[in-house]
């Protein structure tokens, strides 16, 4: 789920997200328009295809979060020597990747990132594209990456920190105070002291990325197009009244241009398991 996806990231917050198997439901039902809407998932997954080492010729990949099988085609073009596995856990997006991908160079497979059913040191790259900020265990995820890498062998993973969409958030707090609408996003010294931990001499690459929109509208629309709805346990059990929405509108603050912009706070990782001796 190149995740991800619904743009949250997690460690052990208060509220959390949804269960696994409503956040596998939520990105199944939208597979269908997730490719349409993933700009933020193309820019940042591009960035990390550059700073795969040029030396590394990896045999088996592993596209952890893989939602639609987008990158994953891409990393078979890059490394056609390669066997390439599609890990998700949406059942939907998995329908969908192997839909769209003609190859018989990549498996897809149906398992959770805190446990996946593979071999120990069975892969050479691991390539995970905002998905680690889904995880309640989100150390559980690194220390399986760390598990399948092969001595040598290359992490890069992607995720979102604390700040991401901070216009929507504060827009929201204006138009509906007390009731949370955005998801969570874990402070960025928090998640840089996790890496440091499970993965020593790791590096975290932190910049923002700031997308256009119409209006705050069309935002809320490429969030629903991406299944990036709020999943927070605190969340209302009924419909978002019209009136709150046009608040929020009124609330998000315009550029120039009379477009708008949210801010998303970008974080890379990268990270070569280290050779024996």
């Given at each position: 789920?190149?995740m991800?996806?619904?743009?949250?990231?997690?460690?052990r917050?208060?509220g959390?997200?949804?269960?696994?198997a409503?956040?596998?439901?939520?990105f199944?039902?939208?597979?269908?328009?997730?490719?349409?809407?993933?700009?933020?998932?193309?820019?940042?997954?591009?960035?990390?295809?550059?700073?795969?080492?040029?030396?590394?010729q990896?045999?088996?990949i592993?596209?952890?979060?893989?939602?639609?099988?987008?990158?994953?085609?891409?990393?078979?073009?890059?490394?056609p020597?390669a066997?390439?596995?599609?890990?998700?856990l949406?059942p939907?997006?998995?329908?969908?990747?192997?839909?769209?991908?003609?190859?018989?160079?990549?498996?897809?497979?149906?398992?959770?990132?805190?446990q996946?059913?593979?071999?120990?040191?069975?892969?050479?790259?691991?390539?995970?594209?905002?998905?680690?900020?889904?995880?309640?265990?989100?150390?559980?995820?690194?220390e399986e990456?760390q598990?399948?890498?092969?001595?040598?062998?290359?992490?890069?993973?992607?995720t979102?920190?604390?700040?991401?969409?901070?216009?929507?958030?504060?827009?929201?707090?204006?138009?509906?105070?007390?009731?949370?609408?955005?998801?969570?996003?874990?402070?960025?010294?928090?998640?840089r002291?996790?890496?440091?931990?499970?993965?020593?001499?790791?590096?975290?690459?932190?910049?923002?990325?700031?997308?256009?929109?119409?209006?705050?509208?069309?935002?809320?629309?490429?969030?629903?197009?991406?299944?990036?709805?709020?999943?927070?346990?605190?969340?209302?059990?009924t419909?978002?009244?019209p009136?709150?929405?046009?608040?929020?509108?009124?609330?998000?603050?315009g550029?120039?241009?009379?477009?708008?912009?949210?801010t998303?706070?970008?974080?890379?990782?990268?990270?070569?398991?280290?050779?024996?001796?």
């Amino acid at each position: 789920m190149n995740m991800f996806n619904d743009l949250t990231a997690v460690i052990r917050v208060e509220g959390g997200t949804g269960t696994k198997a409503s956040i596998a439901s939520g990105f199944g039902g939208a597979s269908k328009t997730y490719d349409s809407a993933s700009r933020l998932q193309k820019i940042m997954g591009d960035a990390m295809l550059l700073r795969i080492p040029e030396a590394l010729q990896p045999e088996a990949i592993l596209d952890l979060g893989c939602g639609t099988g987008w990158f994953t085609r891409k990393l078979i073009t890059h490394y056609p020597q390669a066997r390439v596995t599609g890990a998700d856990l949406s059942p939907g997006m998995l329908e969908q990747a192997g839909a769209a991908t003609a190859s018989e160079q990549v498996d897809w497979l149906n398992a959770d990132a805190e446990q996946l059913p593979l071999a120990d040191e069975c892969v050479d790259l691991v390539f995970s594209n905002l998905m680690v900020q889904w995880s309640r265990r989100p150390e559980a995820v690194l220390e399986e990456c760390q598990r399948v890498l092969r001595p040598g062998g290359f992490l890069v993973m992607s995720t979102l920190v604390d700040g991401t969409l901070r216009e929507l958030k504060q827009a929201w707090a204006k138009a509906d105070p007390g009731q949370p609408h955005v998801n969570r996003f874990v402070p960025a010294e928090e998640w840089r002291s996790l890496t440091g931990k499970v993965l020593a001499g790791s590096a975290l690459e932190l910049s923002p990325i700031r997308l256009p929109y119409e209006s705050p509208m069309a935002l809320n629309r490429e969030l629903k197009h991406l299944g990036a709805v709020f999943k927070g346990e605190e969340r209302r059990r009924t419909v978002t009244a019209p009136g709150r929405f046009r608040a929020m509108c009124r609330a998000y603050p315009g550029e120039r241009s009379g477009e708008v912009v949210a801010t998303y706070e970008a974080g890379w990782l990268y990270w070569q398991k280290p050779t024996a001796g």
